[in-house]
C-alpha cells in the first residue's frame, strides 16, 4: 500500500470512530458458521475444502465445472445476504433489476473484459451460490451435523454485457431454511464500513469478523498458538511463519479500523485482552 493510500486507509477507518455503524446506516451482519471458519482466500485446484477451529469444522463443497468460491467477493456477498435476512425477516431476498446497482452495494466498481469486476464478480456469485456447506461439531463424547447450503433458488436475469440496463424481472435469491435459521438467529453484528475497507484482503475480512465476535464473549486473557490459527484462517500457507507474518500484517491493519482491540502478537501466541466489540452482539428478534 503506497502512502496515498496508507493516508487515504487511515482517514476512513477514523472517520468510523465519529459515528456508529447504525448511525451510519452501515450495520451489517455475517453468518456465524462463517466466521467461526471461512472460506478459501485464493483459488482451490479440488472441490472439497475444509477448515477447522477447535471442535468446530466446516466443509464447503462444489460442482466440479464450477468450483469452490474464494477471494473477498464471496465474503461481501454473504455478509450483504445475511444483513439483508436479518432485515427483512425473510427467505427471499431481492437483489434488483440492476447489476450494477447491485455491484454498487458491495463497492465494487463494474468494469467488463476478462479480468473485470463483473466477470469475476459472476463467476465468485455462481461458486457460492452452487457450493454446499457443512458445519461437524465433536468433542470426546457426542457429534453433530449441519448442512446449511445458502440458497434454495436464485433467480438472476442480469445481463453482464449491459450491467446498467433494468431487466423486466428482479433477480431473487431463496434461502434455504437451515441457513436462514442459522442466519437470523445468531448473526454476528459488522461495520459494512469495515468490510469495505478491508475488502482488498479476504484475510483482513475474515480476521476482522472473527474478531470483533471473540472479543464479544471474551474474558480473560487467551493465547492463541499460531498453528491453530493457522488451520483456522490459513491453512493453505505452506510454511507456518509466511502465515504468522502475513496473519500479522493484516491484524495490524485490521487493528486500525477496530481501534478497541487489544492483542498482543508474540513469538508462539497471539494474544486477545477482553476488549469492547466493534459492534456489540444485539437481539435480532
Same mark, same amino acid.
Given at each position: 500500500m503506497d502512502k496515498n493510500s496508507l493516508d487515504k486507509f487511515i482517514t476512513e477507518a477514523l472517520a468510523l470512530e465519529a459515528e456508529t455503524a447504525k448511525e451510519a446506516g452501515a450495520l451489517g451482519f455475517m453468518t456465524r458458521a462463517l466466521v467461526q471458519a471461512t472460506m478459501p482466500h485464493s483459488k482451490q485446484t479440488g472441490t472439497e475444502f475444509t477448515r477447522k477451529n477447535g471442535l468446530f469444522t466446516l466443509t464447503i463443497l462444489a460442482p466440479e465445472k464450477i468450483g469452490l468460491p474464494y477471494g473477498s467477493i464471496p465474503r461481501l456477498l454473504i455478509a450483504w445476504i445475511t444483513t439483508e435476512a436479518v432485515r427483512t425477516k425473510n427467505r427471499q431476498i431481492i437483489l434488483g433489476d440492476s447489476l450494477s446497482k447491485f455491484m454498487e452495494q458491495l463497492d465494487l466498481v463494474p468494469t467488463g473484459g476478462r479480468w473485470g469486476t463483473i466477470t469475476r464478480f459472476k463467476d465468485q456469485t455462481c461458486r457460492l451460490l452452487s457450493s454446499s456447506i457443512k458445519c461437524f461439531y465433536e468433542n470426546e463424547e457426542t457429534w453433530a451435523v449441519k448442512n446449511i447450503d445458502v440458497i434454495e433458488d436464485a433467480n438472476l436475469w442480469w445481463n453482464p454485457k449491459k450491467p446498467d440496463q433494468a431487466t423486466l424481472f428482479e433477480s431473487t435469491l431463496t434461502l434455504s431454511e437451515r441457513f436462514f435459521s442459522e442466519t437470523i438467529n445468531s448473526p454476528?453484528?459488522?461495520?459494512?464500513?469495515? @468490510?469495505?475497507l478491508l475488502s482488498r484482503s479476504p484475510l483482513a475480512l475474515d480476521i476482522y469478523c472473527? @474478531?470483533?465476535y471473540r472479543m464479544s464473549y471474551l474474558k480473560k486473557p487467551t493465547k492463541i498458538p499460531w498453528g491453530a490459527l493457522c488451520v483456522q484462517f490459513g491453512s493453505d500457507y505452506a510454511r507456518p511463519r509466511d502465515f504468522k507474518?502475513?496473519?500479522s500484517n493484516q491484524l495490524r491493519k485490521v487493528c486500525v479500523v477496530y481501534q478497541g482491540a487489544k492483542v498482543d502478537i508474540e513469538e508462539d501466541f497471539l494474544i486477545l485482552y477482553p476488549s469492547k466489540p466493534h459492534i456489540p452482539l444485539i437481539s435480532c428478534g
Open positions: 454476528v453484528p459488522v461495520d459494512m464500513r469495515a @468490510l469495505k472473527w @474478531l470483533t507474518n502475513r496473519f
